[in-house]
């Protein structure tokens, strides 16, 4: 399916230019056939859960696939925070390697969970502390030179929250290497082996085209072999139907890190977006955004926006603007909304838009009643 078909599955891209993948993605048929599917499994006479743990089996699959790794390396997660703790709670930060090396521009859940290490130990270090240049986003070099023998784990977002900007992920050879892979899954071709990283973690409520409540991690096999989660249940176990609360019993495959009963609404949404995802090709799609991307940002920039272009960007642009709650909430709610992420002054509200139909800038990317450099202004 090319880029511009998948429009085809969103209804909703009928009336509007979707803006806010970054923060939700659009609702597809599917999706709401999904839902619909799950609730028809609880409406018959015999017991649902076989089927849930059918779509639970599924999305492993499917998460697996998407990443080029086997079901058994991944483990689903509630969201990316906990798929960062328990990333985190594998290490003994009281001694020998304490140090987690992270960035500024790392999602501000990622890094708190990071923060909270400190209590037992680890030490976190911003590698771009000191940077004062307002958009610049660290690069390969402000990490390895802070690569020594005090480092256990560094943590890179693919794609940064903010500007979108693609972090060289691959290039940072550290031994225990962790990437936040949420905002760019789904939107271009990605492998955990091409990546190298010995962990990654997404979630599906974004690009992926699921619903809030399902997140995933992957840990690269030889690592597993440190501390087993501090937070587990049955699901982290080797046999989760075992019923024993006396033994602590961790699966030896990526589900260790699993917990308890997973979102079955958004397993099911995750297996439609997943699905329609499965039949693109990711170049293909990678193109496609970049195309859409750098229109939006010269459409922004005419207008006299002031726009965050990093050298290699993501899926979303953003652009500087003072006030960007005020802003999205000005937004022409008929046509699509924004996704401002910052409530102080120098805020960035996040656009995404999705295929085919090019954003009209007077309609979708032009603010009623805003006074642009250029003169141009919606009344
Ligand atoms: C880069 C990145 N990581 C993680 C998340 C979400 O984290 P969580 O699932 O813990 O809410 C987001 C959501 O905006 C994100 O942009």
């Not at 480092?151 to 031994?175: D, K, M």
């Not at 997140?215 to 049955?234: I, M």
């Not at 990093?310 to 979303?316: D, L, R, V």
């Amino acid at each position: 399916m090319t880029p511009d078909r998948l429009r085809d599955h969103f209804p909703v891209l009928g009336r509007t230019a979707y803006l806010a993948n970054c923060s939700l993605g659009a609702r597809s048929a599917e999706l709401a056939a999904s839902q619909a599917d799950m609730l028809a499994a609880m409406n018959g006479v015999g017991n649902p859960w076989p089927a849930f743990e059918e779509q639970v089996t599924q999305v492993r699959n499917a998460v697996g696939g998407l990443l080029g790794t086997g079901p058994d390396d991944v483990s689903l997660q509630p969201c990316a925070s906990v798929a960062a703790y328990q990333v985190a709670s594998g290490f003994s930060w009281s001694r020998g390697r304490r140090r987690i090396l992270t960035t500024r521009r790392e999602f501000p859940s990622i890094a708190q969970v990071w923060l909270a290490q400190q209590r037992g130990g680890a030490e976190v270090v911003f590698v771009d502390d000191g940077d004062t240049s307002s958009g610049g986003v660290p690069d390969e070099e402000q990490y390895t030179r802070l690569l020594d023998e005090r480092v256990a784990l560094v943590s890179v977002p693919l794609a940064t929250y903010r500007e979108a900007a693609l972090l060289p992920v691959a290039t940072i050879a550290a031994a225990a290497h962790a990437a936040d892979a949420y905002q760019a899954l789904g939107t271009m071709p990605l492998t955990v082996g091409r990546l190298g990283c010995g962990y990654l973690a997404g979630g599906t409520m974004k690009y992926l085209l699921g619903l809030p409540g399902l997140a995933f991690v992957y840990a690269r096999p030889g690592l597993r072999a440190d501390r087993p989660p501090q937070l587990t249940g049955w699901s982290g176990q080797r046999d989760p139907f075992a019923f024993d609360p006396r033994r602590l019993d961790f699966a030896d495959g990526g589900t260790r890190y699993e917990t308890g009963t997973p979102s079955v609404p958004a397993v099911y949404a995750a297996n439609a977006g997943l699905g329609l995802i499965a039949r693109l090709d990711l170049h293909a799609v990678r193109d496609h955004i970049s195309r859409l991307t750098r229109y939006a940002a010269d459409q922004l920039s005419e207008a006299g926006e002031r726009v965050l272009a990093p050298p290699q960007c993501g899926a979303h642009v953003a652009f500087f603007d003072q006030d960007p709650a005020g802003l999205a909430a000005g937004w022409p709610s008929a046509a699509s909304w924004p996704a401002p992420r910052r409530r102080r002054a120098t805020g960035r509200p996040f656009l995404h838009h999705f295929p085919r139909r090019r954003p009209r800038l007077h309609r979708d990317l032009l603010v009623p009643g805003r006074q642009y450099s250029n003169g141009a202004c919606l009344a």
